[in-house]
Each structure stands twice: as structure tokens, then as C-alpha cells.
Nanobody, 115 residues
């Protein structure tokens, strides 16, 4: 059974940084294609960052340069470093594995960026 547990969320002022963690179990972590998504009450779930099987990283243009996805295969954990946070980054953040496990979601972790 796939289990995903996100952590590291919280409240931060604009310009601040946070590092999210996602502990992964129940799948072969060597798939090397984990991703991070976020969701707000007004919008659907959107891609924030993703690793590719070739070892590359993908980011939406609007987030490139501020967010960085990495992974620790020994710890079965994927991370999201977020810098220069903005109020529009406020959302619940989720990690997500690639197919055939992409239907699995954890509880998410809330990020709130405000003064």
C-alpha cells in the first residue's frame, strides 16, 4: 500500500523560505519521478515540481528559480525547497508518485504566506 506523508508546512512572511518533506513507502522509490502539487480552495490541483526518470527536473515557468525538488533515495524521501515565498504560494502542498501510483495522495501540508 502506497503511503505518502508530507511535512514541513507552516506560516511564513513574504520573502521567507520553507522546506517540505514527503516520506514515501509502499513503492519502489527508485522510480525517480516523484512530484509536488499544490491546491487552493479556488483552484484545482496544479503541478509545482517533478523529477523525471532521466534525472531532470520540471517546473512551471512561474515557479522556476524559486522552487527546487530533490530526493533522498536512501531515506525514501522527496523534498521541496521553496524560497522567496509569495502570498500566492499559499496552498496545501502534496507529493505524488508517477503512474501507476499517481492516484495516491497524502494528507498534504498547509503553507500560508502572509504578513
Amino acid at each position: 500500500q502506497v503511503q505518502l506523508v508530507e511535512s514541513g508546512g507552516g506560516s511564513v512572511q513574504p520573502g521567507g523560505s520553507l522546506r517540505l518533506s514527503c516520506a514515501v513507502s509502499g513503492i519502489d522509490f527508485d522510480i525517480n519521478a516523484m512530484g509536488w502539487y499544490r491546491q487552493t480552495p479556488d483552484q484545482g490541483r496544479e503541478l509545482v515540481a517533478r523529477l523525471t526518470p532521466a534525472g531532470h527536473t520540471l517546473y512551471p515557468t512561474s515557479l522556476k528559480g524559486r522552487f527546487t525538488i530533490t530526493e533522498d533515495k536512501v531515506a525514501n524521501t522527496v523534498y521541496l525547497q521553496m524560497n522567496n515565498l509569495k502570498p500566492e504560494d499559499t496552498a496545501v502542498y502534496y507529493c505524488n508518485p508517477p503512474p501507476p501510483y499517481s492516484g495516491s495522495w497524502g494528507p498534504g501540508t498547509q503553507i500560508t504566506v502572509s504578513l
